[in-house]
Each structure stands twice: as C-alpha cells, then as structure tokens.
C-alpha cells in the first residue's frame, strides 16, 4: 500500500530550490535546469560554461549557479572540478 493510499493525501514533493519569491514556475523551470545539467555533466567530460549553455538552453549564470548548487549535500555532493583554460576562462567537469 502506497503512502498517499494509506492517509488519501499524497506526499508533498520535496523543494530543493527555496527563496520567498519563488513561484511554482520557478520551481518547474529550475528542476528541469538542474536536471538537464546534472544528466549531461555526470558523463565526466571536462566543458565551458559556454558548452554546457549551448548543450541545455539554459544560460551561463543559470549554468554556473546550477554546478555550484551540485555540490551541496541536498543536491548529491558532487565533486564539481574546475580548470583554468588562461584569459579568465574555465572548463567544469561533475563525478559523483
């Protein structure tokens, strides 16, 4: 027996994004950024905050907010890396 069976309500979906002005579009938008993200940097592959932009239609301050949020514990702690390209360019690369 499911737990929305048990007590005819089902449970609430955990917010992983929080601010008081975040509306339930914003959730929307921001889970799909984030999980599009996460899917394509779990590959290994070292990327440019250009290159992860062009890769998910999200853009490069939404990228580069979304890998630092990777490394907190409510979004799985991952090992976010990060390597000096020269002329304040860096490239990313995300492991669990």
Same mark, same amino acid.
């Given at each position: 027996m499911?737990?929305?069976?048990?007590?005819?309500v089902a449970p609430a979906?955990?917010?992983?994004?929080?601010?008081p002005d975040l509306t339930p579009d914003d959730h929307t938008r921001l889970d799909g950024q984030h999980e599009r993200i996460k899917r394509l940097m779990l590959d290994g592959q070292w990327r440019s905050l250009e290159?992860?932009?062009?890769?998910?239609?999200?853009?490069?301050?939404?990228?580069?907010?979304? =890998?630092?949020?990777? &490394?907190k514990p409510r979004f799985g702690e991952y090992q976010v890396d990060r390597r000096h390209l020269g002329q304040g =360019?860096?490239?990313? &690369?995300?492991?669990p």
């Open positions: 499911r737990q929305a069976d048990l007590f005819g979906k955990v917010r992983l994004f929080d601010g290159a992860i932009s062009e890769a998910t239609g999200a853009p490069a301050a939404s990228v580069s907010a979304q =890998l630092r949020h990777l &490394r =360019l860096y490239e990313y &690369r995300v492991t």
